[in-house]
């Protein structure tokens, strides 16, 4: 059972809600990338892609705890990340020109947290707590709309590959091919 853990400096949150608690209320399922999800939103309107027709736009609820972690993967559209619940979640986002940025969720907005952040279609991207045996509930905005036929999971060896200036993220954010 994993309970939030008191705000650094902040007072005791005692009696909040346990991620179990979150999996079982909200209906959550294992995701392939790592963590637990349910799909709370589907356009009902429709767009025409270069990759076939697709909901105008999805959201999820998003939830890690313990020490699982999100695998680097990408997807062909923008993704809106929004902090609802526990501690902070780390987003870190390599662009297709090799760049790496680290988004902040939380709510220690002081502190260079943020309740919202993005990610642009073709990067890749996976998330980590900041503190392992906490948890943190998001929610993830996809529009044109999510679909697993333009999800891709990141091969360690191909990134170690492409982003060797990466390579410490790549290994933590990744999973060894079995």
Known sequence: MVRIRPAPGGTDRE???TSEELIVHLGLERHPEG???RQTYLAAKKVHTARGERAASTAIYFLL???EFSALHRIQSDEVWHFYAGDTLIV?????DGRHEDLLLGQSLPAG???QGWVPAGA???ARLKWPGTYALVGCT?????DFADFEMGNREALLRQFPQHSDLVTKLTRQES
Request: aromatic share 20%; charged share 5%; hydrophobic share 40%.
């Open 15 to 17: 009696g909040t809600v």
């Open 35 to 37: 963590g637990w999800y």
């Open 65 to 67: 705890s313990g020490n």
């Open 92 to 96: 870190s986002v390599i662009h297709p």
């Open 113 to 115: 947290e943020t309740l």
């Open 124 to 126: 890749w991207f996976g």
């Open 142 to 146: 996809v529009a044109p709309g999510f």
